[in-house]
């Protein structure tokens, strides 16, 4: 069964930019929680998607926001780019409640 | 919504020693309790996980204990080789939500 894949691995943008970045969870996979990674931090939660419904939010600004296709397949959106915004996103899928997170290698953001 | 606390931040112990890491967690719901370990410039990666029917579970060198009552749960290592060096997270999941909850993660380093 193939892993989680997400897509870009790299990026690098200039502030005021937005970008999307995307996810493939693994085949079965309803679920898909999106996580900044900042260096030395740890697992900040963006969101939750399961079935096409965002289940769950932590606390980021609106410039923040996803959505997840038919397909499970979830992409999230960035707008307006910040310095701080530089970061390793990840993505992380599940099948049910109370199984375990499954991650991608994430996509690693820098904001110019 | 939950709260989960994980001590210490950081961690060393020399080759052969024991390591132990603990959670805390606030919400009394919460049934599921999965331990992920991420090595540099990796993903993490799910080691183990204990369901709140469960006092203990133990996989080779690693072990996890968890104790309803008092809402805390751990990781211990046995016998740490330098390959355990890594960062691990713990998480509870099954309460308000389904949401996974992270703790801030424990640098754990393994002297030679």
Redo the contacts between chains.
């Keep these: 069964k193939a892993g989680v894949t997400q897509t870009p691995r790299y990026l690098i943008k200039t502030r005021g930019q937005q970008v999307t970045l995307s996810c493939s969870p693994i085949s079965g996979h309803r679920s898909v929680?999106w996580y900044q990674q900042t260096p030395g931090q740890?697992?900040q939660?963006l969101f939750?998607y399961f079935s096409e419904t965002q289940?769950?939010k932590g606390n980021f600004p609106g410039r923040f926001s996803g959505r997840q296709f038919s397909n499970s397949r979830s992409e999230m959106n960035v707008s307006t780019l910040e310095l701080g915004d530089s970061a390793l996103y990840?993505c992380?899928s599940r099948a049910y409640?109370?199984?375990?997170?499954?991650?991608?290698?994430?996509t690693r953001l820098s904001i110019l | 919504g939950e709260n989960v606390e994980q001590h210490p931040s950081t961690l060393s112990v020399q080759e052969g020693d024991s390591a132990v890491i603990k959670c805390t967690y606030s919400d009394s719901a919460s049934n599921y309790f999965p331990w992920y370990k991420q090595e540099l410039g990796k993903r993490p990666q799910l080691i183990i996980d204990i369901r709140s029917n469960v006092g203990e579970k133990k996989d080779q060198r690693i072990a996890v204990t968890l104790n309803k009552t008092a809402k805390h749960f751990s990781l211990h290592i046995t016998e740490t080789q330098p390959e355990d060096s890594a960062v691990y997270f713990c998480a509870a999941s099954g309460g308000t939500g389904n949401q996974f909850y992270f703790g801030t993660g424990t640098s754990l380093t393994v002297i030679p």
Aim: no cysteine.
């Design positions: 929680s740890g697992l939660f939750e289940r769950n990840l992380a409640s109370n199984q375990p997170q499954h991650f991608g290698d994430g």
